[in-house]
Antibody, heavy 119, light 107 residues
Framework: QVQLQESGPGLVKPSETLSLTCTVS????????WSWIRQPPGKGLEWIGH???????NYNPSLKSRVTISLDTSKNHFSLKLTSVTAADTAVYFC?????????????WGQGTLVTVSS | DIQMTQSPSSLSASVGDRVTITCRAS??????LNWYQQKPGKAPKLLMY???SLESGVPSRFSGSGSGTDFTLTISSLQPEDFATYYC?????????FGQGTKVEIK
C-alpha cells in the first residue's frame, strides 16, 4: 500500500521560504505524477503544481513565480519550495499521487501538514 | 483558468435520502472530471474519475454522470459515513481546478 508523508516546519516567517518534503513508501516514485495541493483553514482546495518522475514540472500560474517542485528518485521523495510567503500562504499542504493516466484523478494523498506563516 | 462551480454549497439530508450534487465547468472539459470526498481533518478521497468511473473500493451507491460542462454526483441512499464535503476537480488542463465544495450535513 502506497503511503505519502509530508514533513517540514509548521511555522514560517513572512518573506521566508516554505520547504516541505513528501516521502513515498510502499511504492516507487517512478512512472507517476506527483502533486502538491493546499487548503487554507476552512476553505477549498488549490492545486500548486505537479512533477513527473522524469523531472518535468507544471505549476499553477498564480504561484509559478514562487514555486519549485523537485524530486529525488534515490530517496523516493519529492519536495516543495515556496518563496516570499505571506499570511495568505497559511494552509494545510497535501502531497499526492496521480493515477495513470494523469487525468484519472489523485488516488493517494498524504495526511496533510499545517503550515502557518507568522512572525 | 477553468472555473468549477458546485451547487449547492451545502445541503441537509437524512440517512436513506437520494442526494445529487452538481458541478459546472466554465468551458468544456469533455469527461475529465473527478469527484472527491473529504472529512474534517482528513485528506480528500477519490470517489469517481472520468466523470462516471467508480474508483476501486468505493460503494456502488455513488455514481457520476455528465460530459462537456455539466456533471453530477449522486448518492443513491445516503449513509451515516457519507456526511462530508464533496469536491469536483477538472483534469482536462492545467492549472487543475476544484469546485468550492458541497457540504453534506445531517438533517
Amino acid at each position: 500500500q502506497v503511503q505519502l508523508q509530508e514533513s517540514g516546519p509548521g511555522l514560517v516567517k513572512p518573506s521566508e521560504t516554505l520547504s516541505l518534503t513528501c516521502t513515498v513508501s510502499g511504492g516507487s516514485i517512478s512512472s507517476y505524477y506527483w502533486s502538491w495541493i493546499r487548503q487554507p483553514p476552512g476553505k477549498g482546495l488549490e492545486w500548486i503544481g505537479h512533477i513527473h518522475y522524469s523531472g518535468s514540472t507544471n505549476y499553477n500560474p498564480s504561484l509559478k513565480s514562487r514555486v519549485t517542485i523537485s524530486l529525488d528518485t534515490s530517496k523516493n521523495h519529492f519536495s516543495l519550495k515556496l518563496t516570499s510567503v505571506t499570511a495568505a500562504d497559511t494552509a494545510v499542504y497535501f502531497c499526492a499521487r496521480h493515477q495513470l493516466p494523469i487525468q484519472f484523478g489523485i488516488d493517494y494523498w498524504g495526511q496533510g501538514t499545517l503550515v502557518t506563516v507568522s512572525s | 483558468d477553468i472555473q468549477m462551480t458546485q451547487s449547492p454549497s451545502s445541503l441537509s439530508a437524512s440517512v436513506g435520502d437520494r442526494v445529487t450534487i452538481t458541478c459546472r465547468a466554465s468551458q468544456s472539459i469533455s469527461s475529465y472530471l473527478n469527484w472527491y470526498q473529504q472529512k474534517p481533518g482528513k485528506a480528500p478521497k477519490l470517489l469517481m474519475y472520468a466523470a462516471s468511473s467508480l474508483e476501486s473500493g468505493v460503494p456502488s451507491r455513488f455514481s457520476g454522470s455528465g460530459s462537456g460542462t455539466d456533471f453530477t454526483l449522486t448518492i443513491s441512499s445516503l449513509q451515516p459515513e457519507d456526511f462530508a464535503t464533496y469536491y469536483c476537480q477538472q483534469s482536462y488542463t492545467t492549472p487543475r481546478t476544484f469546485g468550492q465544495g458541497t457540504k453534506v450535513e445531517i438533517k
